[in-house]
């Protein structure tokens, strides 16, 4: 079992940029994949972006392709993912999750076995 905890979430203005953290209880090296979601309000979970561990390959959604970066520091058992050029429709609350074991679509929330709470981003004037 592994425990996510996010943070960095905030407001920010249009344009504006914030580096969110996902800090894992156990060494992210025994960890297969690392990915990002958020909700909206009204809506349901949209993967934005995911990382393999085991040679940093990273996947993107359209949505958010050329702004966000998916990284990780192994030292500090923490995968970040850096948002820039941030724009209302990324409002949304943002979760980390994880799966020690290869999936077919990073983008199916179903084969993530382990969650966090999730961290608020809020863009607005």
């Known amino acids: 079992q592994v425990q996510l905890e996010e943070s960095g979430g905030g407001w920010v203005q249009p344009g504006g940029s914030l580096s969110l953290s996902c800090r894992a209880s156990?060494?992210?090296?025994?960890?297969?994949?690392v990915g990002w979601y958020r909700q909206a309000p009204g809506k349901g979970r949209e993967g934005i972006s995911c990382?393999?561990?085991?040679?940093?390959?990273?996947y993107y959604a359209d949505s958010v392709k050329g702004r966000f970066t998916i990284s990780r520091d192994s030292a500090k058992n923490t995968v970040f993912l850096e948002m820039n050029g941030l724009k209302a429709e990324d409002t949304a609350v943002y979760y980390c999750?994880?799966?020690?074991?290869?999936?077919?679509?990073?983008?199916?929330?179903?084969?993530?076995?382990?969650w966090g709470q999730g961290t608020q981003v809020t863009v607005s004037l």
């Open positions: 999750t994880a799966t020690f074991k290869r999936i077919a679509d990073w983008n199916d929330q179903s084969e993530y076995d382990y």
């Open positions: 156990l060494p992210i090296s025994t960890i297969y994949q």
């Open positions: 990382l393999e561990l085991h040679d940093d390959t990273a």
